[in-house]
Each structure stands twice: as structure tokens, then as C-alpha cells.
């Protein structure tokens, strides 16, 4: 009996499309743009633009958990 599987809940069409072509992007990609988004929020802190900063700082978190999504899709597969 196979749980991990749930032929009631598969990915539609467009989930699957853009799991396959997020699936060609390197890992480090979702890093770099998440600590990217640090330093250009640090950037934005220090030249006295509070709110822009706090606006591209929060951007991180998204980032990084996209990464992850994108590797549990990589090494898991999609349904």
C-alpha cells in the first residue's frame, strides 16, 4: 500500500510547468538573491530610506523558501 502517493490531489497543469523549468535553476540562485536582498535593504537602511528598506528586507524569507521548494522539487520529484 502506497501513502505517499494521493491520486485525488495531483499538481495541475501550470504547478507542474513551472516546478519543471524552476527545476533547471541552481540552488545558490535562491541564496544569493535572498542575501542580495539583505545588502541591498542594509544599502537602502544607511542612506536614510527607512521603509524601502524595510520593504526589500522582507524579501529574504521568500527567497530562501523558495530555494527550499525548489529543492524538495528537485530531489522528491513533482505528483
Do not use: C, R
Not at 523549468?21 to 536614510?48: C, E, H, N, R
Not at 524601502?52 to 530562501?64: K, S, Y
Amino acid at each position: 500500500m502506497d501513502l505517499t502517493k494521493n491520486k485525488s490531489h495531483e499538481e495541475g497543469g501550470l504547478a507542474t510547468a513551472i516546478e519543471e523549468q524552476t527545476a533547471k535553476l541552481p540552488s545558490d540562485v535562491f541564496l544569493w538573491t535572498s542575501i542580495a536582498s539583505m545588502g541591498v535593504s542594509l544599502a537602502f537602511k544607511l542612506s536614510g530610506h527607512k521603509h524601502t528598506a524595510l520593504f526589500i528586507g522582507q524579501w529574504a524569507a521568500p527567497f530562501l523558501l523558495l530555494g527550499i521548494y525548489n529543492k524538495i522539487v528537485k530531489t522528491q520529484g513533482h505528483d
